[in-house]
Protein backbone atom coordinates (compact mmCIF):
# COMPACT_ATOMS: atom_id res chain seq x y z
CA UNK A 1 0.00 0.00 0.00
CA UNK A 2 1.22 3.60 -0.66
CA UNK A 3 1.84 6.04 2.34
CA UNK A 4 -0.79 8.15 0.11
CA UNK A 5 -2.83 5.01 1.22
CA UNK A 6 -2.03 4.30 4.40
CA UNK A 7 -1.89 7.67 5.64
CA UNK A 8 -5.61 7.50 4.10
CA UNK A 9 -6.71 4.66 6.14
CA UNK A 10 -5.09 6.46 9.27
CA UNK A 11 -7.12 9.77 8.81
CA UNK A 12 -9.99 7.37 8.22
CA UNK A 13 -9.56 5.51 11.34
CA UNK A 14 -8.90 8.92 13.61
CA UNK A 15 -12.28 10.27 12.23
CA UNK A 16 -13.90 7.36 13.40
CA UNK A 17 -12.99 6.71 16.71
CA UNK A 18 -13.50 10.91 17.25
CA UNK A 19 -17.54 9.96 15.39
CA UNK A 20 -16.83 7.00 18.48
CA UNK A 21 -16.05 9.26 21.46
CA UNK A 22 -18.35 12.25 20.32
CA UNK A 23 -21.81 10.44 20.40
CA UNK A 24 -20.62 8.47 23.05
CA UNK A 25 -19.93 11.32 25.42
CA UNK A 26 -23.15 13.42 24.47
CA UNK A 27 -24.85 9.56 25.30
CA UNK A 28 -23.72 9.62 28.79
CA UNK A 29 -24.39 13.74 29.81
CA UNK A 30 -27.76 12.90 28.72
CA UNK A 31 -27.94 9.32 30.82
CA UNK A 32 -26.52 11.74 33.50
CA UNK A 33 -28.86 14.55 33.77
CA UNK A 34 -32.02 12.18 32.60
CA UNK A 35 -31.58 8.08 33.70
CA UNK A 36 -30.44 5.95 31.30
CA UNK A 37 -34.23 4.50 30.46
CA UNK A 38 -35.50 8.32 29.79
CA UNK A 39 -33.63 8.80 26.58
CA UNK A 40 -34.21 7.33 23.88
CA UNK A 41 -31.72 6.37 21.08
CA UNK A 42 -33.47 9.08 18.77
CA UNK A 43 -32.63 11.53 21.14
CA UNK A 44 -29.24 10.80 21.40
CA UNK A 45 -29.38 10.91 17.49
CA UNK A 46 -30.52 14.42 17.44
CA UNK A 47 -28.36 15.45 20.02
CA UNK A 48 -25.44 13.63 17.81
CA UNK A 49 -27.00 15.14 14.31
CA UNK A 50 -26.77 12.09 13.25
CA UNK A 51 -29.53 9.60 11.82
CA UNK A 52 -30.82 6.45 13.87
CA UNK A 53 -29.51 4.35 10.95
CA UNK A 54 -25.74 5.68 11.61
CA UNK A 55 -26.18 5.81 15.28
CA UNK A 56 -27.27 2.00 15.44
CA UNK A 57 -24.13 1.38 12.84
CA UNK A 58 -21.79 2.82 15.48
CA UNK A 59 -23.60 0.93 18.41
CA UNK A 60 -25.59 -1.87 18.00
CA UNK A 61 -27.59 -1.38 21.34
CA UNK A 62 -28.08 1.78 23.56
CA UNK A 63 -25.82 0.06 26.12
CA UNK A 64 -22.78 -0.03 23.46
CA UNK A 65 -23.21 4.04 24.01
CA UNK A 66 -21.96 3.42 28.00
CA UNK A 67 -19.94 0.81 27.40
CA UNK A 68 -17.75 2.30 25.03
CA UNK A 69 -15.74 3.79 27.45
CA UNK A 70 -14.49 0.26 28.64
CA UNK A 71 -13.28 -0.73 25.20
CA UNK A 72 -9.80 1.37 25.49
CA UNK A 73 -9.05 -1.41 28.69
CA UNK A 74 -10.49 -4.55 27.42
CA UNK A 75 -6.90 -5.94 26.65
CA UNK A 76 -5.52 -4.15 29.04
CA UNK A 77 -4.16 -7.01 31.35
CA UNK A 78 -3.19 -8.75 28.56
CA UNK A 79 -0.99 -5.95 27.47
CA UNK A 80 1.03 -5.55 30.28
CA UNK A 81 1.62 -9.48 30.93
CA UNK A 82 3.12 -9.86 26.85
CA UNK A 83 6.94 -10.87 27.13
CA UNK A 84 6.77 -10.69 30.93
CA UNK A 85 8.77 -13.21 32.63
CA UNK A 86 6.27 -13.13 35.59
CA UNK A 87 2.97 -11.92 34.51
CA UNK A 88 1.55 -11.48 38.50
CA UNK A 89 4.58 -9.46 39.62
CA UNK A 90 3.52 -7.32 36.48
CA UNK A 91 -0.01 -7.22 37.03
CA UNK A 92 0.77 -5.98 40.40
CA UNK A 93 3.07 -3.20 39.66
CA UNK A 94 0.46 -2.01 37.12
CA UNK A 95 -2.56 -2.06 39.50
CA UNK A 96 -0.35 -0.33 42.33
CA UNK A 97 1.06 2.07 40.07
CA UNK A 98 -2.85 3.13 38.82
CA UNK A 99 -3.99 3.52 42.36
CA UNK A 100 -0.69 5.75 42.93
CA UNK A 101 -1.88 7.91 39.61
CA UNK A 102 -5.82 7.55 40.90
CA UNK A 103 -6.97 5.75 37.71
CA UNK A 104 -10.59 5.35 37.39
CA UNK A 105 -9.81 1.62 36.74
CA UNK A 106 -8.37 1.12 40.04
CA UNK A 107 -12.00 2.80 41.68
CA UNK A 108 -9.61 5.05 43.70
CA UNK A 109 -10.60 8.14 41.99
CA UNK A 110 -12.81 11.27 43.45
CA UNK A 111 -13.53 13.41 40.57
CA UNK A 112 -17.37 13.84 40.47
CA UNK A 113 -17.84 12.69 36.58
CA UNK A 114 -15.80 9.50 37.44
CA UNK A 115 -17.84 8.90 40.26
CA UNK A 116 -21.15 9.72 38.19
CA UNK A 117 -20.22 7.34 35.48
CA UNK A 118 -19.66 4.53 37.79
CA UNK A 119 -22.78 5.18 39.44
CA UNK A 120 -24.58 5.15 36.30
CA UNK A 121 -22.82 1.71 35.59
CA UNK A 122 -23.52 -0.16 38.61
CA UNK A 123 -27.00 1.35 38.84
CA UNK A 124 -28.39 0.22 35.62
CA UNK A 125 -28.79 -3.35 35.51
CA UNK A 126 -28.70 -3.65 31.99
CA UNK A 127 -25.42 -1.72 32.13
CA UNK A 128 -23.76 -3.97 35.00
CA UNK A 129 -24.53 -7.19 32.66
CA UNK A 130 -23.04 -5.66 29.63
CA UNK A 131 -19.82 -4.81 32.00
CA UNK A 132 -19.58 -8.70 32.49
CA UNK A 133 -19.32 -9.17 28.68
CA UNK A 134 -16.33 -6.92 28.96
CA UNK A 135 -14.24 -8.90 31.85
CA UNK A 136 -15.29 -12.33 30.28
CA UNK A 137 -13.35 -10.53 27.03
CA UNK A 138 -10.67 -9.30 28.80
CA UNK A 139 -10.52 -12.84 30.75
CA UNK A 140 -10.35 -14.39 27.42
CA UNK A 141 -7.50 -11.98 25.66
CA UNK A 142 -5.25 -12.57 29.46
CA UNK A 143 -5.48 -16.43 28.92
CA UNK A 144 -4.35 -15.92 25.74
CA UNK A 145 -1.71 -13.99 26.73
CA UNK A 146 -0.44 -16.35 29.61
CA UNK A 147 -0.20 -19.32 27.21
CA UNK A 148 -4.46 -20.01 26.68
CA UNK A 149 -5.45 -23.35 27.76
CA UNK A 150 -7.58 -24.16 30.80
CA UNK A 151 -4.83 -23.35 33.33
CA UNK A 152 -4.47 -20.31 31.80
CA UNK A 153 -8.60 -19.79 31.56
CA UNK A 154 -8.15 -20.34 35.32
CA UNK A 155 -5.79 -18.06 36.23
CA UNK A 156 -7.09 -15.58 34.29
CA UNK A 157 -10.52 -15.84 35.97
CA UNK A 158 -8.83 -15.37 39.04
CA UNK A 159 -6.71 -12.37 38.10
CA UNK A 160 -9.43 -10.52 36.49
CA UNK A 161 -12.08 -10.88 39.30
CA UNK A 162 -9.06 -9.86 42.30
CA UNK A 163 -8.72 -6.58 39.97
CA UNK A 164 -12.35 -6.01 39.61
CA UNK A 165 -13.39 -6.57 43.28
CA UNK A 166 -10.61 -3.90 44.38
CA UNK A 167 -11.84 -1.21 42.61
CA UNK A 168 -15.31 -2.37 43.12
CA UNK A 169 -14.50 -1.97 46.73
CA UNK A 170 -12.38 1.32 46.41
CA UNK A 171 -15.04 3.24 44.30
CA UNK A 172 -17.74 2.09 47.04
CA UNK A 173 -15.69 3.86 50.00
CA UNK A 174 -15.29 7.24 47.85
CA UNK A 175 -18.87 6.82 46.75
CA UNK A 176 -19.99 6.53 50.30
CA UNK A 177 -17.82 9.96 51.28
CA UNK A 178 -14.58 8.82 51.84
CA UNK A 179 -11.63 10.63 50.24
CA UNK A 180 -8.94 9.70 48.35
CA UNK A 181 -6.07 10.38 51.06
CA UNK A 182 -8.37 8.42 54.03
CA UNK A 183 -8.63 5.30 51.55
CA UNK A 184 -5.49 4.96 49.56
CA UNK A 185 -3.48 3.37 52.18
CA UNK A 186 -5.61 0.68 52.97
CA UNK A 187 -5.92 0.43 49.22
CA UNK A 188 -2.51 -0.24 48.24
CA UNK A 189 -2.51 -2.67 51.79
CA UNK A 190 -5.59 -4.73 50.25
CA UNK A 191 -4.13 -4.96 46.28
CA UNK A 192 -0.92 -6.34 48.40
CA UNK A 193 -2.57 -9.13 49.86
CA UNK A 194 -4.91 -9.84 46.87
CA UNK A 195 -1.63 -10.35 44.29
CA UNK A 196 -0.21 -12.00 47.33
CA UNK A 197 -2.54 -14.35 47.42
CA UNK A 198 -2.90 -14.98 43.52
CA UNK A 199 1.18 -14.98 43.67
CA UNK A 200 0.88 -18.55 46.17
CA UNK A 201 -2.17 -19.98 44.37
CA UNK A 202 -0.60 -19.76 40.85
CA UNK A 203 2.97 -20.13 41.65
CA UNK A 204 4.33 -20.76 38.16
CA UNK A 205 3.45 -16.75 37.54
CA UNK A 206 4.53 -15.61 40.23
Not at 82 to 90: C, D, Y
Not at 105 to 117: C, N, Q, R, Y
Request: hydrophobic residues 45%; charged residues 25%; glycine residues 10%.
Amino acid sequence: MSETGTGAVGLRERKRQRMYGNVSDIAIRLFLEKGFDAVSVAEIAAAAEISKPTLFRYFPTKEDLVLHRFADHEGEAARVVAGQERPLLALRRHFLDGLERCDPVTGLSEEPAVLAFTSLVYGTPSLAAGLYGYLERSETALAEALGGGLEARLAAGQIIAVQRILALDNWRRIADGERVAQVRAEAVAAAERAFGQLAAGLPHLA
